[in-house]
């Protein structure tokens, strides 16, 4: 699903979306200006499909043994593997 920001300051790296169940649903950001962002959601044909923004913690910022390192540079989040 894509979706647009609206007049939230959406933050990928430590938000999610959690449904009624509790599942919760990790989404990213597609560009910036507009803020565009993307999820994989489960909505079902037929049926409204809600979902809120939740907190959630922000990943680690170094790979099991050193494998790669995460960094963040505004909303983005960068990978970098060991080569």
Request: glycine fraction near 8%; aromatic fraction near 8%; hydrophobic fraction near 40%.
């Amino acid at each position: 699903m894509h979706f647009t920001a609206a007049d939230l300051a959406l933050h990928p790296a430590n938000q999610s979306l959690s449904d009624l169940d509790g599942q919760v649903y990790a989404f990213q950001q597609e560009s910036q200006k507009p803020a565009q962002f993307v999820a994989v959601l489960p909505i079902k044909q037929g049926e409204l499909s809600s979902f809120h923004l939740m907190d959630t913690p922000a990943p680690e910022r170094h790979g099991h043994r050193g494998g790669f390192t995460i960094t963040q540079e505004g909303p983005l989040i960068h990978v970098e593997t060991a080569a």
